[in-house]
């Protein structure tokens, strides 16, 4: 009996230590429609994390929930929000493995434009350290790209790329996911759970602030739905071992 109550202690305990806390999360399962972006004034979408912090700037018209459990960008331009409002502490998350994610539900591009949107971790000083960009590349085909800082990167410029090819229209789900190792100095894409790329000289210090923006060039007749996106923070990667009771 002794030894099954041991072996369930451990169990429980293991999931508590090895599982992923949400940091900043929305998932829209809640939010009214017409819900958008909150600095402290009302109307917000809901942040479901542990920090729940603010945006920096409030409402958007056209990026609002639409009370079915998404996130709508359509009928609208250029803009870009941050959280937190102000930065994180410089040595809040300054080691430690993260994950970046946003999963779309749906999204049509306009073809005759190459204006994306975006979902990004950035530095104390604005600078990009890793993040996922969707634009539409051709008149017949759009792009995921990711992105992230690296000690040598693409043409030795300092940034890591990495695409792939989409629909201009899509309707299944795209879960694009960042995972991100201060510690190790490694960075993984993922596209619905699949690796695409890791590389090994990620050269971030430190995460100061998540962005969500559509670019100067976003056209007003691209749509997007969100099913959620978010900030974890991951467990401590560790080797597996067996346990002798």
């Given amino acids: 009996m002794k030894k099954i109550h041991l072996l369930l202690t451990l169990i429980v305990t293991s999931g508590l230590l090895f599982a992923e806390t949400k940091l900043e999360y929305w998932t829209f399962d809640t939010d009214t429609a017409g819900a958008s972006f909150d600095n402290g004034s009302g109307g917000s979408i809901g942040n479901s994390g542990?920090?729940?912090?603010?945006?920096?700037?409030?409402?958007?018209?056209?990026?609002e929930a639409d009370g079915l459990g998404h996130f709508v960008v359509s009928n609208t331009g250029s803009a870009y929000r941050r959280v937190p409002a102000q930065n994180y502490a410089p040595a809040q998350y300054s080691s430690g493995r993260y994950r970046l994610v946003i999963e779309f539900a749906s999204w049509s591009l306009d073809p005759g434009n190459k204006g994306s949107i975006a979902f990004e971790v950035s530095d104390a000083n604005n600078r990009r350290i890793a993040g996922?960009?969707?634009?539409?590349e051709k008149a017949t085909e759009a792009k995921i790209r990711f992105s992230a800082t690296s000690a040598?990167?693409?043409?030795?410029?300092?940034?890591?790329?990495?695409?792939?090819?989409?629909?201009?229209?899509?309707?299944?789900?795209?879960?694009?996911?960042?995972?991100?190792?201060?510690?190790?100095?490694?960075?993984?894409?993922?596209?619905?759970?699949?690796?695409?790329?890791?590389?090994?000289?990620?050269?971030?210090?430190?995460?100061?602030?998540?962005?969500f923006f559509t670019d100067s060039k976003w056209s007003k007749l691209s749509t997007v739905k969100i099913n959620e996106m978010g900030f974890l923070r991951l467990p401590a990667a560790t080797p597996s071992a067996g346990i002798t009771l």
Avoid: C, P
Wanted: aromatic share 8%; glycine share 8%.
């Fill in 50 to 63: 542990s920090n729940a912090n603010l945006w920096n700037h409030g409402k958007v018209k056209g990026m």
């Fill in 132 to 136: 996922v960009n969707l634009y539409a």
């Fill in 152 to 211: 040598t990167g693409w043409q030795g410029k300092g940034i890591d790329y990495a695409g792939q090819s989409a629909q201009l229209k899509e309707n299944r789900t795209m879960r694009l996911t960042i995972d991100l190792d201060l510690d190790n100095d490694t960075v993984t894409y993922f596209v619905n759970g699949t690796a695409v790329k890791t590389i090994n000289d990620f050269n971030a210090s430190s995460i100061a602030q998540i962005k």
